[in-house]
């Protein structure tokens, strides 16, 4: 039995918890959920004791009677990992790059003296065949693995000395919704094998709707709402949890598109990469792009959805005339853009990536910033005229003229994207590429943002490509979806058509992992 | 992991035949008589012909060129002009202060630098991390001759624990490293500064990283954290340094050698420019090269040692 009781915790001074108290029983999922800043991944910190330096902690978290806070940290560490583990949001940098993923899932036993050398490969070779890495070698380095493997080797360390409680912060948000569906359900099966206690971390609701016992909704600091999943679900009595309801499944309104104009002509393209080394030749070519056609219409919101590896960034960096076309032709505003992209076209179509903060200089300030697209325009603005430029755009991301002098890291990650979408705007482009512009977002920022490229569409327009995994989101904002698998369009048509009737297998596939909140309309009714 | 070496040892080959053509055409190519310029202003014409006959200066570069690449392939450098004996024998003597001298350095700067600057990492922020920082900037600060006098006032003249200067050869390697101790130290002291400042920050670095926390969550204590999982990622940035530092102490030793008067191939070098003995400053500065590249190739291979993303390149 895990429990928090009255907990408060202070890092220099500013506080950040405040009285949280929750039960976690034996072979129960609970599921602690709120945006970021909300205090939940400190929780979880100060149940493993590792909080960050300056902290300051009242009240209890017991471990069966054992209260966690006064422990030594030599304690600690005995704790940790045998009794408590955790496992984290970014798989991609969550393992050693330098050692064997046999070495860290056998680190775990030999670090608590649990098993020593042969015997302990042996028993890291049975966890990792458990979370379903039977085919990986105990001597493969996590740059071999992708994703959602290196994060079953994170399962598979975590799990590898039978913990009662594993910790998941945030475990599926670096995913795609297949790679999430399956994770998600080897932790269910884990928890009813090992009767282990699980607390899953989340900001969206719906990836712990329909797994966790219970849910705890927290808010600056505090758990505003908690109780059995189905209950809290259906009341909703704090305001706070209604709203990230809404926002889990949070569709902006949109006016209605005028008639069809192609801006955008897709016309059977082929991408190849040269085949992966081995030894001193290449193998055969990879083809990431098979034939793919599509139009883009002037005001139209085109999604292309699919996972990790389908080709669908490689297209979108095709239609931006980053990389070269091997067959095919892509025509922009009525010209091709193959082999080169002309000039003057390229202030036309800009795009929007999925993590801003790698995409901007911290050196530079937001005027910088927002107003580098224009080097693309023959005539810039300059001066006055260019301040008035950048002052325009962020206005109409709702920024203000004023956040002009800061720097980039005075920002949260939604200011960021806003930021973004105003450097995209800037050239007045009549196409917006949205490359996964809304996955690292929380689903409260995500919400509002949706809103905004809802709004700018009115205003502006434009048409938008829509490049996501995330199926909730595009349903969301799309007028058409073009599903693609393996490099190829495996179904496309009005979003809501496919999505209520699938046709193609995998379309049905990605649809049934996406993570999804009960249709309470009729509960409450 | 094949490729990687080939490629590697096939860089290794291209920056030597072109750093031996820069040292070629600099010394010969370049107008100006290399037979007036050795013999000095009151040379006799025919005394400048018999040099040059000697040098071969008659043929065509290019013939020059394949005759000396020829000759330093096969070990035979030419005879010194002004010891007149061949510049191989003299080298060979050298290189056995001059080696010993720089891995003796490189030893001490690694034993010191290691220890402070993992420390100064696992202190950050406190009194001790301040400590060996302001004690590295000051070592970088001091020029490392005027600390070799110092290292010579106190140990050589007031305590008499060490000699003052000289080599006394290998026949008796206590001696021999006795003597190479108060150079070594000399030059470890700065080189060991900087490696103890590139190490804490290399380590700070790695510390901040998402799988140190994955370490911490398994169990794993501070300590064994940063001993398991961040000292050989923080190892690259290290190397380099390492490497940079070890052409440097060959090559780099003139001053020291000077103060502590060691027969080493610093000096050699520094005597045959002030002797205007091109034969020697030529072969002399191609061996050097040659080291620094060779040193280069080595922490190339150590790189792909500890980080495995490499080896497949």
Do not use: C
């Given at each position: 039995m895990i429990s928090l009781d009255r907990l408060s915790l202070s890092i220099h001074g500013t506080p950040i918890l405040r009285a949280v108290t929750l039960k976690i029983t034996p072979g129960e999922i609970f599921g602690l959920v709120g945006e970021s800043g909300s205090g939940k991944s400190m929780t979880a910190l100060a149940l493993m004791g590792l909080l960050p330096r300056g902290a300051e902690t009242t009240g209890a978290a017991r471990l069966d009677g054992t209260d966690l806070l006064t422990l030594s940290e030599p304690d600690l560490c005995r704790l940790r990992g045998s009794d408590i583990a955790m496992i984290f949001q970014e798989p991609m940098t969550a393992l050693n790059p330098v050692q064997t993923i046999g070495d860290q899932v056998a680190e775990t036993l030999t670090i608590h003296g649990k098993a020593k050398g042969a015997q302990a490969r042996r028993i890291a070779r049975d966890r990792l065949d458990r979370v379903g890495l039977s085919h990986v070698a105990l001597d493969r380095y996590p740059h071999e693995l992708s994703g959602g493997q290196r994060q079953r080797v994170c399962i598979a360390a975590a799990?590898?000395?039978?913990?009662?409680?594993?910790?998941?912060?945030?475990?599926?948000?670096?995913?795609?919704?297949?790679?999430?569906?399956?994770?998600?359900?080897?932790l269910k099966d884990l928890v009813a094998e090992e009767g282990m206690s699980l607390l899953v971390i989340t900001h969206d609701l719906a990836v712990v709707a329909d797994m966790a016992d219970c849910i705890?909704?927290?808010?600056?600091?505090?758990?505003?709402?908690?109780?059995?999943?189905?209950?809290?679900?259906?009341?909703r009595r704090h305001p706070y949890t209604r709203a990230l309801f809404a926002a889990s499944s949070h569709a902006p309104d949109r006016a209605p598109q005028g008639a069809p104009e192609p801006l955008l002509a897709v016309e059977s393209v082929h991408r190849h990469y040269p085949g992966p080394r081995q030894g001193f030749r290449r193998g055969p070519p990879v083809e990431a792009v098979k034939g793919v056609s599509f139009e883009l219409h002037k005001g139209e919101s085109l999604g292309l959805v699919g996972e990790s590896g389908c080709g669908k960034s490689t297209l979108t960096r095709a239609i931006l005339g980053l990389d070269p076309v091997q067959g095919g032709d892509i025509r922009l505003f009525g010209r091709s853009i193959v082999p080169v992209m002309p000039p003057e076209l390229r202030a036309g179509i800009q795009v929007v990536f999925q993590d801003p903060y790698g995409s901007f200089n911290p050196r530079w300030r937001v005027e910088r910033l927002v107003a580098e697209p224009f080097h693309l325009l023959t005539d810039a603005p300059k001066g006055e005229d260019r301040r008035a430029r950048v002052a325009e755009a962020l206005r109409a991301v709702h920024l203000s003229p004023d956040d002009m002098a800061k720097y980039p890291h005075e920002f949260s990650g939604g200011q960021r994207q806003r930021i973004a979408i105003a450097r995209a705007l800037i050239t007045r482009p009549r196409i917006l590429v949205l490359d996964e512009a809304v996955s690292a977002l929380d689903v409260s920022v995500r919400a509002r943002i949706l809103d905004l490229l809802a709004e700018l569409q009115d205003a502006f327009g434009l048409s938008y490509l829509f490049i996501s995994h995330d199926l909730t989101v595009v349903r969301a904002i799309t007028d058409r979806v073009l599903v693609m698998q393996s490099g190829e369009i495996v179904e496309e048509g009005p979003t809501e058509a496919v999505f209520d009737a699938p046709a193609h297998p995998y379309t049905r596939q990605l649809l049934a992992a996406a993570p999804r909140l009960p249709d309470l309309t009729e509960a409450q009714a | 992991m094949a490729r990687y070496l080939l490629l590697r040892a096939l860089s290794l080959g291209l920056s030597l035949v072109v750093a031996s053509v820069v040292i070629f055409a600099l010394i010969e190519v370049i107008p100006g008589d290399p037979a007036a310029f050795m013999m000095g202003l009151n040379?006799?014409?025919?005394?400048?012909?018999?040099?040059?006959?000697?040098?071969?200066?008659?043929?065509?570069?290019?013939?020059r060129y394949v005759v000396w690449i020829t000759g330093m392939l096969t070990g035979d450098f030419g005879i010194s002009y002004t010891y007149?004996?061949?510049?191989?024998?003299?080298?060979?003597d050298r290189l056995w202060v001059s080696l010993p001298l720089a891995v003796y350095a490189l030893t001490l700067s690694t034993l010191i630098a290691f220890p402070i600057g993992i420390l100064a990492a696992a202190t950050r922020g406190t009194a001790t991390d301040y400590g060996i920082m302001g004690a590295t900037q000051l070592g970088i600060a001091i020029p490392n001759?005027?600390?070799?006098?110092?290292?010579?006032?106190l140990f050589a003249v007031t305590l008499r624990w060490f000699s003052a200067g000289g080599f006394p050869g290998w026949d008796n390697p206590a001696a021999a490293l006795k003597a190479l101790t108060l150079p070594a130290v000399a030059l470890a002291l700065p080189q060991a500064s900087i490696l103890a400042r590139v190490m804490r920050s290399a380590l700070l670095e790695t510390l901040d990283q998402d799988y140190i926390r994955t370490a911490r969550a398994k169990g794993l204590s501070r300590a064994q954290a940063i001993r398991r999982h961040a000292l050989r990622n923080a190892l690259i940035p290290v190397l380099t340094i390492i490497g940079l530092q070890f052409s440097f102490l060959i090559a780099g030793a003139i001053i020291i050698e000077n103060v502590f008067f060691l027969p080493g191939l610093g000096r050699l070098i520094f005597q045959g420019i002030t002797q205007r003995d091109l034969i020697v400053v030529e072969s002399v500065t191609m061996l050097l090269v040659f080291a620094v590249i060779l040193v280069t190739f080595l922490v190339d291979l150590a790189y792909a040692l500890v980080d495995p993303r490499l080896r497949r390149r």
């Open positions: 799990i590898a000395l039978h913990p009662r409680l594993l910790i998941a912060d945030e475990p599926t948000t670096a995913l795609d919704v297949t790679t999430q569906a399956q994770i998600l359900d080897l705890a909704v927290m808010n600056r600091g505090e758990i505003v709402e908690t109780g059995p999943t189905a209950q809290v679900l259906a009341e | 040379a006799t014409e025919e005394n400048l012909a018999a040099l040059r006959a000697e040098l071969g200066l008659d043929g065509s570069a290019l013939d007149r004996v061949p510049v191989a024998e003299l080298v060979l001759f005027w600390f070799a006098m110092l290292l010579v006032l």
